[in-house]
């Protein structure tokens, strides 16, 4: 159950850009073709990044759990309650749900850390990630450390996984991936060892336009790769699959005349979240807070050996008072105004005037 768990991580930022087909008896088979160089589609530009499981996905989406983790610190350690904006927000109230925690990752694929914003702060995640992942922060240097109050929050999160596959998939001819042509994929042909499908599962074929397969691991990761599912987020997609795949009588092994297509994938993005940007809510307490800076990376790579994944998330949290002191303020006496005298100590001033045409009290 763990290793269909973790693989939430994987399938999200897989489902939006995997086109394959799984070609059965009577599908002709692509020739392998083997030491071509790489080539990857470009997705970055046009990939969307979605806060949580339960968000309304478009056709290039991608979702990872870092948000999440921090999401989940904010609401229950530090906010001990709901957070609420106002108006409140559809992917505010899906964060607040906490579909996605830390019982969904071992022990070692992740790092989170949240505290008072500093350097020091700063220095320890750098220092954590480093001997954890041997890794540096993409996102860290884009925070200001050096403007915090001392009930401020820094929220951070990093997840890193490798796999392997047990055996490498054959290397396939070009191909085209919709109207998109001469793209380079890996799987299974004709001459494919059986050791190599031996690490594909079928969950369920219902044509080769619609089914869903789980690749096997070297590690307790799974790869699941689905086409034809219409459901709009990756939730309710996770448990379709899972349905189809307990209701499925079909054969679940990869047969000796199956064939198996799948797209080289390398995409790097990264995003600000605005929309929860400078939104007032309250603690259990009642101390207010605004969300000052939100961002999370996404960099994923599949291919015949096997793939990576690497995200990022942090927030900077600012006491919503001191937000508004921080706030360069302008007292612009342009326009219509008023002016007083009085003595110090006098209860009522003795000269008062409105002025609103300049030119009746400024000679040239």
């Not at 759990?65 to 610190?73: A, H, Q, R």
């Amino acid at each position: 159950m763990k290793k269909i768990v973790i693989a939430l991580v994987i399938v999200s930022v897989t489902l939006s850009v995997v086109g394959y087909w799984v070609k059965r008896e009577e599908q002709p088979v692509l020739p392998e073709q083997e030491g071509k160089q790489t080539t990857q589609v470009n997705t970055d530009a046009q990939m969307d990044v979605v806060l949580s499981l339960e968000d309304e996905i478009t056709d290039n989406t991608a979702w990872c759990g870092t948000f999440n983790l921090i999401w989940n610190d904010l609401k229950n350690d530090l906010a001990k309650t709901d957070i609420v904006f106002t108006p409140q927000l559809k992917v505010v109230e899906n964060l607040n749900k906490g579909t996605f925690n830390t019982s969904a990752l071992s022990e070692e694929s992740y790092y989170q850390k949240y505290g008072t914003p500093s350097l020091a702060l700063k220095q320890e995640i750098e220092q954590a990630i480093e001997e954890k992942f041997h890794e540096k922060s993409d996102i860290l240097d884009q925070f200001n450390w050096g403007n915090s109050g001392p009930r401020d929050y820094f929220l951070y999160s990093m997840l890193k996984k490798e796999f392997e596959f047990p055996s490498v998939f054959t290397q396939l001819e070009n191909g085209n991936f919709g109207s998109f042509q001469d793209v380079q994929y890996f799987g299974i042909g004709k001459t494919t060892e059986e050791e190599v499908r031996e690490q594909v599962d079928v969950m369920y074929y219902h044509s080769k336009d619609d089914f869903a397969v789980k690749l096997l691991t070297k590690g307790n990761d799974e790869v699941i790769l689905v086409k034809g599912n219409s459901q709009n987020t990756f939730g309710s997609m996770y448990e379709d699959i899972l349905r189809q795949d307990e209701q499925y009588e079909g054969g679940h092994s990869f047969g000796e005349e199956d064939t198996l297509q799948i797209p080289n994938i390398k995409f790097d993005l990264e995003k600000e979240f605005k929309e929860l940007q400078g939104q007032p809510f309250l603690f259990a307490n009642g101390d207010s807070y605004k969300i000052e800076k939100a961002l999370q990376t996404i960099q994923f790579e599949l291919d015949k050996k096997g793939g990576r994944i690497k995200s990022e998330a942090g927030m900077m949290l600012k006491e919503a008072a001191a937000i508004m002191e921080e706030e360069p303020r302008e007292f612009l006496v342009n326009d219509t105004f008023t002016i007083f005298l009085k003595e110090q100590e006098k209860d009522l001033p003795y000269f008062a005037a409105k002025i609103a045409d300049i030119t009746k009290v400024q000679k040239d």
